[in-house]
């Protein structure tokens, strides 16, 4: 069978979605081939990814194209909620364009089923890009609670189960660690 590129989701309420999704960028780079990350949701800064990332050479790059924290729907101002789906409109329009380009052999997609879950990003139109993507494209969509249907179309997904998690003991996110 002639090779085709893989639809992988990384979903469930355990640690390891975007480490997991780095992790296959960085074994794909070391082959030579072009991964593309974008950040739904994450804004920037601050990242040990964005760093890291940037040392690898010219084959990845990594762009953070959301707004910051997404708290729950009814805590959000409806100001803090434009502003996230600006940024979530604008970070579609580039990954469309992105994808369209053919220019990347992976397309890592960090946190759009969150984006999805919030109303942000639609889900048909994820559907619909997932569908139309270049034979060849590879992509990795992560974040909890990715939508059934497109579980349905992926060929790998993997669920994050949390056994423990440090914050559980009051341990704060560390640098390195958690970002
Ligand atoms: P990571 O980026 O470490 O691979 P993730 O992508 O699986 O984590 P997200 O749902 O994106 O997890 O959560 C973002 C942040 O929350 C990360 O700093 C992550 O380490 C932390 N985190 C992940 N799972 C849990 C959990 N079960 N309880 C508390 N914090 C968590
Ligand atoms: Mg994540």
Redesign the pocket.
Known sequence: MAERGLILVNTGEGKG??TAALGLALRAVGDGLRVLILQFIKSGGGYGELKGIARLGESIEIRPMGNGFVYHRQEQSAEAMAAHKKAAAEAWAMLEREVQSDVWDIIIM??INYAMKFGLVSEEKVLSMLKAKPERLHVVL??RDAPESIIAIADTVTEMRMVKHAYQKGIKAMKGIEF
Request: charged share 50%.
């Open positions: 979605k975007t960090d946190e992560t974040g």
